[in-house]
């Protein structure tokens, strides 16, 4: 069965880094275009960031542009992000998800989340 | 502010039917983007309940159906039940923003 887990979340100061990891598993993950979608506490869903399935292609949500860099290892079946001068607003559970494309052919939903890790940004 | 908007709260008693609008614009449902929706229960990350405006992935009930029209789209619930309790989100592409935006979220309250 489809499997993704989240790791890396946790507390860090205004300005400071964090790298997130999603491990993938039960699916060929070199197949698929991958995102990190994020909820911030009490409020609602927001895509963050997303990669093709052979990296060719990222793009990222205007508000961490600059800031977070998304990469994949398809040979170790891991999505990762790469988070800098993060700020309190980047206060959320961080979600990996799995895309599939819609019937656009060229656009995607995310069937498959994983459980979400928590990163907190405070002095 | 969310491009799609939803309402915060619906509600109904058990074996009651509710819906749950999602109304976007020009530039993303209107623009014949395909309409998913994600069921998140509390606690929990959000999980596939609609794919293609009215597609149910294996394993989700029939009492769950999707439909779209001009730059609106709904999320049906018939039979509700208690554990139908939860945040439900409507999500699209937005030509304007370049990106997936999501709803706002809806909770659904079962009396």
């Known amino acids: 069965q489809v499997q993704l887990v989240e790791s890396g979340g946790g507390l860090v100061k205004p300005g400071g880094s964090l790298r997130l990891s999603c491990a993938a598993s039960g699916f060929t993950f070199s197949d698929y275009y991958m995102s990190w979608i994020r909820q911030a506490p009490g409020k609602g869903l927001e895509s963050v960031s997303y990669i093709s399935s052979s990296s060719s292609y990222t793009d990222y949500a205007d508000s961490v542009k600059g800031r977070f860099t998304i990469s994949r290892d398809n040979a170790k079946n891991s999505l990762y992000l790469q988070m800098n001068s993060l700020r309190g607003d980047d206060t959320a559970v961080y979600y990996c998800?799995?895309?599939?494309?819609?019937?656009?052919?060229?656009?995607?939903?995310?069937?498959?989340w994983g459980q979400g890790t928590l990163v907190t940004v405070s002095s | 502010q969310s491009v799609l908007t939803q309402p915060p709260s619906v509600s109904g008693a058990p074996g009651q039917r509710v819906t749950i609008s999602c109304t976007g614009s020009s530039s993303n449902i209107g623009a014949r983007y395909d309409v998913h929706w994600y069921q998140q229960l509390p606690g929990t990350a959000p999980k596939l309940l609609i794919y293609g405006n009215n597609n149910r992935p294996s394993g989700v009930p029939d009492r769950f159906s999707g439909s779209k029209s001009g730059t609106s789209a709904s999320l049906a619930i018939t039979g509700l039940q208690a554990e139908d309790e939860a945040d439900y989100y409507c999500?699209?592409?937005?030509?304007?923003?370049?990106?997936?935006?999501f709803g706002n979220g809806t909770k659904v309250t079962v009396l």
């Open positions: 998800a799995r895309g599939t494309r819609d019937t656009s052919g060229w656009l995607y939903f995310f069937d498959y």
């Open positions: 999500q699209s592409y937005d030509s304007s923003l370049s990106g997936y935006v």
